[in-house]
């Protein structure tokens, strides 16, 4: 099984997806291994939540395998596809929250204490920053900004995942910087006063 598992990591994710198809657990696997982590940051960075994002990431996950017998190898790549459908997931989820109104529960937890406490608790805060900055951006753009910054997608591929024009991504993209930009600076005129 080992030697299969070596063998599959070579194939493209379209190839990985036939083989599974046709039954081979290994590549499905192999697949998971190579897909979930990015699709995992993607959805927690847009829910804020790990917990929520996983079960978000397994759901997206089930749902591949499902439609994996129909895969079209060429049509779109499973990466995209995976992106698409939690991204929206998430924004089901994040409908749903509007509905109950969410207050400021997305605090960072404190940094654990370790030899190097300083330098993680500079990361903690930046990253805290960053995620509180994209929580106040609007839907599309907090999407848009994640999947192009964040996750390295090309705009192609964002305007697949997200369904609207290359033009559209570019837009969204650019008003998402400016904004975030904006309320990063903000918060470290808040921070140094």
């Known amino acids: 099984?080992?030697?299969?598992?070596?063998?599959?990591?070579?194939?493209?994710?379209?190839?990985?997806?036939?083989?599974?198809?046709?039954?081979?657990?290994t590549a499905a696997e192999t697949l998971t291994l190579r897909l979930s982590p990015h699709a995992l940051s993607f959805a927690r960075r847009m829910l804020g939540d790990?917990?929520?994002?996983?079960?978000?990431?397994?759901?997206?996950?089930?749902?591949?395998?499902?439609?994996a017998p129909d895969w079209r190898p060429g049509e779109a790549k499973p990466a995209t596809w995976l992106y698409r459908v939690v991204n929206n997931l998430c924004i089901d989820?994040?409908?749903?929250?509007?509905?109950?109104?969410?207050?400021?529960e997305d605090m960072a937890?404190?940094?654990?204490?370790?030899?190097s406490a300083e330098t993680?608790?500079?990361?903690?805060?930046?990253?805290?920053?960053?995620?509180?900055?994209?929580?106040?951006?609007?839907d599309r753009q907090r999407q848009a900004v994640?999947?192009?910054h964040i996750e390295g997608q090309s705009n192609p591929d964002i305007a697949r995942i997200m369904d609207i024009s290359?033009?559209?991504?570019?837009?969204?993209?650019?008003?998402?910087?400016?904004?975030l930009a904006k309320l990063l600076a903000s918060q470290k005129e808040e921070l140094s006063s």
């Open 1 to 25: 099984m080992g030697m299969a598992l070596d063998q599959s990591d070579h194939l493209d994710d379209d190839a990985l997806i036939v083989l599974f198809a046709n039954g081979d657990r």
């Open 50 to 67: 790990l917990a929520e994002a996983e079960d978000v990431v397994q759901e997206a996950m089930l749902r591949l395998w499902r439609v």
């Open 93 to 104: 989820r994040l409908r749903k929250r509007q509905r109950v109104s969410v207050g400021l």
């Open 109 to 115: 937890e404190p940094a654990d204490p370790a030899p």
């Open 120 to 138: 993680r608790l500079i990361q903690t805060d930046r990253m805290a920053a960053l995620d509180a900055a994209l929580a106040e951006l609007p």
């Open 146 to 148: 994640i999947l192009r």
């Open 166 to 179: 290359v033009e559209a991504v570019e837009s969204l993209t650019a008003r998402g910087k400016r904004m």
